[in-house]
């Protein structure tokens, strides 16, 4: 039984831990004669990367991707791609006094009492630097994407860090690339940097909440019941390390709505069926309505914090502990690109789905 993978059609299995010697991905199920190389690959991890700058963990990771097998003379053949990431800025020195010891708010305790044996250098299997093979494999599913449905497009970006909110009237997606905190609003970025740096001397961390907009997704993806397109995308945001809650489209708040305020009326246009609102998120009984999809998540505060906690050892012996090491006060930056990849992953998976089930087929209105 693996629990490493996941996907149905495009299946990603990661490998690999923080401070082992590399870690990596494993893609079964790409089409063949799809344009691949690693120079294709490298932006995206670029995006993701730590040491980039102060608000983030400043280990220092090239994050350079080796294309190991699936692709031959630029063309992905088929067959299983393996992709290869070195790790070459360990300092597991950092982490002996925590070989036998539990970080609060880590999966320290849960890996212990589930296995019996844990890698306690930077939570091995744990931790965020698993993410790197994930965006890796996401950069596979883009090119892929890029070929099959060309106007499709996965935009990620902050909408809260902490006491520090996106004002909506201020939204400029071409401002996401331009700051440290894919923040929309680049007028705001400043004092979301003040804000940080504030928590990072303070030796503390904050959490976050991220959005993601999958634009020119077709409609027709995703199948009744169990094969929903919100239930893989809610599965694959949950899966991101220190990920704590999802939503689609409206999400919690359509707890506070009426039936005439939530229900999304339809209408005629000139191509087809038009929505005149979109508080589904552009899936409706788990199949996508050709509308943008609004994915939305929440981050909890880094874990690894240098402000003494209250924990046990394995002994089982009360005691203080401080974490040392390099982590990131805000968690929640680096994982824009990594839910934008994961995300790239299910829509795809659920592209090859619909082909193998339907052969494109498409039910008429009009």
Not at 27 to 32: L, Q, R, S, V
Not at 66 to 87: C, D, H, K, Q, W
Not at 96 to 109: K, N, Q
Not at 211 to 236: F, H, M, N, Q, S
């Amino acid at each position: 039984m693996s629990l490493n993978s996941f996907g149905h059609v495009f299946r990603v299995t990661t490998w690999g831990e923080s401070h082992g010697p590399g870690l990596g991905a494993v893609i079964d199920g790409c089409p063949p004669g799809v344009a691949l190389d690693e120079g294709w690959i490298q932006p995206f991890m670029d995006r993701r990367r730590p040491g980039t700058s102060k608000n983030t963990t400043q280990r220092q990771e090239a994050d350079r991707v080796r294309i190991m097998s699936g692709v031959f003379e630029g063309r992905t053949t088929g067959t299983p791609i393996m992709l290869m990431i070195e790790n070459t800025d360990q300092r597991s020195k950092d982490y002996g006094e925590i070989a036998t010891a539990f970080r609060p708010g880590h999966a320290d305790i849960t890996y212990h009492q589930k296995y019996g044996i844990r890698d306690y250098r930077g939570g091995g299997r744990s931790s965020a630097r698993e993410t790197a093979a994930r965006v890796a494999a996401g950069a596979v599913a883009q090119a892929v994407l890029r070929e099959m449905v060309p106007e499709l497009r996965v935009i990620g970006y902050m909408v809260q860090m902490g006491e520090m909110r996106l004002e909506r009237a201020n939204f400029d997606e071409t401002a996401i690339s331009e700051n440290p905190f894919f923040l929309p609003d680049a007028a705001a970025a400043a004092a979301w940097e003040d804000y940080l740096t504030g928590i990072r001397k303070a030796q503390n961390s904050v959490g976050a909440a991220v959005e993601l907009l999958i634009r020119g997704c077709p409609p027709g993806l995703g199948a009744p019941v169990y094969g929903k397109l919100d239930t893989d995308l809610a599965a694959a945001m949950m899966s991101i390390n220190a990920v704590k809650g999802v939503e689609i489209g409206e999400g919690m708040a359509a707890a506070a709505l009426t039936g005439t305020a939530n229900a999304d009326e339809i209408r005629m246009g000139a191509g087809g069926p038009e929505y005149l609102s979109n508080h589904a998120g552009g899936i409706l009984g788990g199949i996508s309505t050709g509308q943008e999809i609004l994915v939305r998540f929440a981050v909890k505060p880094t874990s690894s914090i240098l402000t003494p906690r209250r924990t046990v050892n394995a002994a089982g012996e009360e005691i203080e502990l401080i974490t040392k090491g390099r982590h990131d006060p805000c968690v929640g930056i680096r994982a824009v690109p990594v839910a934008e990849a994961v995300a790239a992953c299910v829509v795809l998976d659920h592209l090859l789905l619909d082909r193998a089930q339907t052969g494109g087929h498409r039910g008429q209105i009009g």
